[in-house]
């Protein structure tokens, strides 16, 4: 067992990374699902907001998994549950579901999977150099 399996197989480290993702769900149901939430400047676009709340839990998700999986294993998970909730929100009595929004979550999902696929690929080369 190499060095960077010994750390990822830590119980404190695992804790964390799923006490993480968990925490990060939350925050992202919670802003998803609350009447008008009031985040960020106002030259902060809903578009951008969406798009940086996806790319965060794909990042997450990511972290979660410990790196056991390469980036489509979040990226599968994120897309779904990023349009079941956006679809949620026509059960609230504030928020509707827009197309928009869905387009916003798929961008920011795929940003998260490419920045997340990056750090995969350096992530074995440094393993393997070492």
């Given at each position: 067992?190499?060095?960077?399996?010994?750390?990822?197989?830590?119980?404190?480290?695992?804790?964390?990374?799923?006490?993480?993702?968990?925490?990060?769900?939350?925050?992202?149901?919670?802003?998803?699902l609350m009447p008008n939430p009031q985040i960020?400047?106002?030259?902060?676009?809903?578009?951008?907001?969406?798009?940086?709340?996806?790319?965060?839990?794909?990042?997450?998700?990511?972290?979660?998994?410990?790196?056991?999986y390469s980036a489509m294993g979040p990226f599968?998970?994120?897309?779904?549950?990023?349009?079941?909730?956006?679809?949620?929100?026509?059960?609230?009595?504030?928020?509707?579901?827009?197309?928009?929004?869905?387009?916003?979550?798929?961008?920011?999902?795929?940003?998260?999977?490419?920045?997340?696929?990056?750090?995969?690929?350096?992530?074995?080369?440094?393993?393997?150099?070492?």
């Open positions: 067992m190499n060095y960077y399996e010994q750390i990822m197989s830590s119980k404190l480290l695992t804790y964390l990374r799923i006490g993480q993702f968990v925490f990060a769900i939350i925050i992202y149901t919670t802003l998803l960020g400047q106002a030259g902060f676009s809903d578009f951008f907001l969406h798009a940086l709340g996806n790319a965060i839990l794909m990042a997450s998700a990511w972290v979660a998994s410990g790196g056991r599968l998970f994120v897309i779904p549950f990023s349009l079941i909730v956006e679809l949620a929100q026509g059960m609230t009595d504030n928020r509707t579901p827009e197309l928009i929004d869905v387009v916003a979550n798929v961008v920011g999902a795929l940003v998260g999977f490419l920045v997340c696929g990056f750090l995969s690929s350096v992530l074995k080369k440094y393993l393997k150099e070492n």
